[in-house]
């Protein structure tokens, strides 16, 4: 069941999810910071840190992420993280943990480090641009089967992903001729296609482009257009409709780690 507009206008509580690759050296210290931000500040979510990064979904209520992202924003480590935000009735996390990782966005090849190089970008505008325009490439979905089910763009190409580990051996399934053509992916919030980009092009796929902001940008600047359905996201929403609200209240499937 959709939740109603007046619902959400009890309870405005603010969500965000962040990431971003980076060398972070003193982890234990890192985590202690986070952690101890977003419980003075009443927040709930997953912050995941490791040598390459930091990967978060947190909410609260609007004033208390305001806070921290002010914090955030007055720290040399951690300022100019960019935010993805929406809004609902209430929290959709459980509690606050704060984890320490070998990798943000597991691969397990140590030779795929994206704050050094990763695929170059097009914008929300550019691939509206481009799928007005009918231009022929590769759209190629980089997410797990289980949220595709919810929601993608029209023309993308699946990969029937029950993990994204897996993600480099469907990748060298696809035809050779794939190669030569140019590829556009996308996830939901496009962490995942830091990573993807740089595999598809360890694959010797020869123009290959990541969404910035995946799913959830584009979303902010064209609601559906060229979309169907909706956004799966990784906590109790379930999944975000084009216009950044909650469709469901109820978890359809065993609580998941934060890939987004």
Known sequence: MKISDNSLQLLRIMNIAFYRFQKVELLDSARQFFKSLC?????KGTVLLS???????????????????????GDPQWSGLEFKESFSSSIPFRGMY????????PVGDATVTP???TGPRISAETLKKWLDEKREFLFLDTRNDYEVAHGTFEGAKTLELKHFRNFRECLKALAPEARNQPMVM???????????SVLAEKEGFQEVYQLDGGILKYFEKFKGEHYRGN???????VALDPELKPVAAEYLIPQAESQE
């Open 115 to 117: 704050e050094q190089h």
């Open 186 to 196: 996308f996830c939901t919030g496009g962490i995942r296609c830091e990573k993807a």
């Open 231 to 237: 956004c799966f996201v990784f906590d109790h929403r």
């Open 98 to 105: 704060v984890k320490l990782k070998k990798e943000i966005i």
């Open 51 to 73: 040598h390459e990064g930091i990967n978060g979904s947190l909410a609260g209520e609007e004033a208390s992420v305001r806070r921290f992202q002010e914090v955030l924003a």
């Open 39 to 43: 419980l003075e500040n009443g927040l």
